[in-house]
């Protein structure tokens, strides 16, 4: 089977490969009521923040990847306006209130076991609130560029904080 699901997730018959008659693609699809499992990516939405000159990060206190670190970041919730989770997510794991500035970049990854995920970061300036270790998070800091945490988990992470460096030396951020 392709994609995640054997069953149907409305009428639990069996899924089945099929190439549709409108793509070149394989997809499970259901025979009973023809449901079409398209397995998009999930959006997950984080901050790039600074505070004198020095990133925050938060350290994973769950599976996957637990104890690495990572922008502060979490999935999209149904309804819920992107640049809204930005500062739910940012409250959540480092007690830190933001305002959004801008976006700041879009990534794609493929190696969360549970998703491929799309990235969405947000550049935001701290307004209220001191830096406090949340409930999702066993650690939260701020970091220098040059001193960051070598164990950073997920490609999209890793390839956002290149672009940070990158911005930052050309004077950009
Ligand atoms: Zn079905």
Same mark, same amino acid.
């Given at each position: 089977?392709?994609?995640? #699901?054997?069953?149907?997730?409305?009428?639990?018959?069996?899924?089945?490969?099929?190439?549709?008659?409108?793509?070149? $693609?394989?997809?499970?699809?259901? *025979?009973?009521?023809? #449901? &079409?499992?398209?397995?998009? *990516?999930?959006?997950?939405?984080?901050?790039?923040?600074?505070?004198?000159?020095?990133?925050?990060?938060?350290?994973? $206190?769950?599976?996957?990847?637990?104890?690495?670190?990572?922008?502060?970041?979490? #999935?999209?919730?149904?309804?819920?306006?992107?640049?809204?989770?930005? &500062?739910?997510?940012?409250?959540?794991?480092?007690?830190?209130?933001?305002?959004?500035?801008?976006?700041?970049?879009?990534?794609?990854?493929?190696?969360?076991?549970?998703?491929?995920?799309?990235?969405?970061?947000?550049?935001?300036?701290? &307004?209220?609130?001191?830096?406090?270790?949340?409930?999702?998070?066993?650690?939260?800091?701020?970091?220098?560029?040059?001193?960051? *945490?070598?164990?950073?988990? #997920?490609?999209?992470?890793?390839?956002?904080?290149?672009? &940070? $460096? $990158?911005?930052?030396?050309?004077?950009?951020?």
């Amino acid at each position: 089977m392709i994609g995640k #699901f054997e069953y149907c997730p409305l009428c639990a018959a069996r899924l089945e490969d099929r190439r549709l008659d409108t793509e070149d $693609k394989m997809r499970p699809v259901c *025979p009973r009521c023809g #449901f &079409i499992h398209y397995d998009n *990516p999930t959006p997950a939405a984080g901050v790039v923040l600074f505070s004198e000159g020095q990133l925050l990060l938060v350290q994973r $206190k769950h599976e996957p990847r637990v104890g690495m670190w990572t922008l502060p970041a979490g #999935f999209v919730e149904a309804g819920e306006e992107v640049p809204a989770c930005v &500062i739910r997510e940012t409250k959540e794991e480092t007690n830190i209130d933001t305002e959004i500035i801008r976006l700041f970049g879009v990534y794609s990854a493929f190696d969360d076991p549970r998703a491929s995920v799309i990235l969405i970061l947000y550049l935001a300036r701290q &307004i209220a609130g001191e830096l406090e270790c949340g409930d999702d998070a066993s650690d939260a800091g701020f970091f220098d560029l040059d001193n960051l *945490p070598k164990d950073i988990a #997920f490609r999209a992470h890793r390839a956002a904080l290149a672009d &940070i $460096k $990158k911005q930052v030396v050309r004077g950009l951020l």
